[in-house]
């Protein structure tokens, strides 16, 4: 088991859960998977695409900030980058920070529970 723990968090992570969730933490309901300029950078690097094309291709300006684009299949919303044939994601060398948090994000400090619905990783601490 590869449990991962964060001081200041209420529950702890069992990693090992990521290969049978089928993603829930990148599909589901719509939102944000903000980038950094670096990040952009990047992630353009990883798939050797000019990064003008990238931002043209998987990126929306919400606001002052960079999302990554979101596709929808059937009544869900994957990340652009979610791979559905191999359960992972494509950019996982370069994913944002915002995915490698993930979640061990402090909203979910007080949305335990909430959390526990969408990822099956989430033990107690």
């Keep these: 088991m590869s449990i991962i723990k964060k001081e200041g968090y ?3 992570f069992n990693s ?4 049978t ?3 829930r933490c990148c599909t589901g309901e719509s939102g944000y998977i903000y980038v ?3 990040e952009i950078f990047a ?3 990883l798939l050797d695409m000019d990064v003008n094309d990238f931002g043209v291709k998987y990126l929306f300006k919400k606001g002052y900030k960079y999302s990554l684009k979101e596709k929808k299949i059937d009544d869900s919303y994957e990340c652009v980058f979610y791979d559905r044939e191999s359960n992972g994601c494509k950019i996982y060398m370069a994913r944002p920070n915002q995915c490698k948090t993930f979640p061990f994000w402090d909203y979910f ?3 335990v529970d909430e959390l526990k619905d969408e990822c099956p990783g989430i ?3």
Excluded: L, Q, V, W
């Design 36 to 38: 950094t300029k670096a």
């Design 43 to 45: 992630i353009a690097e």
């Design 10 to 12: 209420p529950y702890a």
């Design 21 to 23: 969730c089928e993603g």
């Design 109 to 111: 400090k007080t949305h």
């Design 123 to 125: 033990i107690d601490d």
């Design 16 to 19: 090992d859960a990521c290969s």
